[in-house]
T-cell receptor, first 107, second 111 residues
Framework: AQRVTQPEKLLSVFKGAPVELKCNYS??????LFWYVQYSRQRLQLLLR??SRESIKGFTADLNKGETSFHLKKPFAQEEDSAMYYC?????????FGKGTRLSVIA | DADVTQTPRNRITKTGKRIMLECSQT?????MYWYRQDPGLGLRLIYY???????NKGEISDGYSVSRQAQAKFSLSLESAIPNQTALYFC??????????FGPGTRLTVL
């Protein structure tokens, strides 16, 4: 079975502080991992995917197969990063999403 | 992304009524999906279709049905709506690259 766990429903950080949104997954095969973001009053959109190994809006995420994790990180949070973040996994079925973490960046 | 549209955007209905939510896309993608979003539960897949002749159940298909009328159109029906189907419904599309492009969502309330 494919499963994605995001342990934090809400994460509050101060502007300029580092951010780490946690994501753990369960899948016996070789997964593809994604982070999607939903800003206020906007539709869900792709933030990044592990196979691209790129940095988007200062965010990075590394797939750690040993720890089955795909944590999202940013060294310095900005107010415009406040949003809902979803980790998603694609194995042998379409995307399975975690329950999401709401990031609140406090000025 | 205006390439994926959903109608209606908001709908209030009563228990037992039949409801249809529509999704259209101009991205030329073969793959389309229907999700529901509930607070604290994230997005859960209802149905998906990889081409016009392909329909597959997702995690929570009970109480729902779909129709893929054309490559660009994928409709979700609630044959007899019930209050616990109150949710935000999203349509999405993808190509073989698997990046999904979402519609703006339909907020459905079943009284």
């Amino acid at each position: 079975a494919q499963r994605v766990t995001q342990p934090e429903k809400l994460l509050s950080v101060f502007k300029g502080a580092p951010v780490e949104l946690k994501c753990n997954y369960s899948y016996s095969g070789s997964p593809e991992l994604f982070w999607y973001v939903q800003y206020s009053r906007q539709r869900l959109q792709l933030l990044l995917r592990h196979i691209s190994r790129e940095s988007i809006k200062g965010f990075t995420a590394d797939l750690n197969k040993g720890e089955t994790s795909f944590h999202l990180k940013k060294p310095f949070a900005q107010e415009e990063d406040s949003a809902m973040y979803y980790c998603a996994l694609k194995g042998n079925t379409p995307l399975v999403f975690g329950k999401g973490t709401r990031l609140s960046v406090i000025a | 992304d205006a390439d994926v549209t959903q109608t209606p955007r908001n709908r209030i209905t009563k228990t037992g009524k039949r409801i249809m939510l529509e999704c259209s896309q101009t991205k030329g993608h073969d793959r389309m999906y229907w999700y529901r979003q509930d607070p604290g539960l994230g997005l859960r897949l209802i149905y998906y279709s990889f081409d016009v002749k392909d329909i597959n159940k997702g995690e929570i298909s009970d109480g729902y049905s779909v129709s893929r009328q054309a490559q660009a159109k994928f409709s979700l029906s609630l044959e007899s709506a019930i209050p616990n189907q109150t949710a935000l419904y999203f349509c999405a599309t993808s190509d073989f690259g698997d990046t999904q492009y979402f519609g703006p969502g339909t907020r459905l309330t079943v009284l």
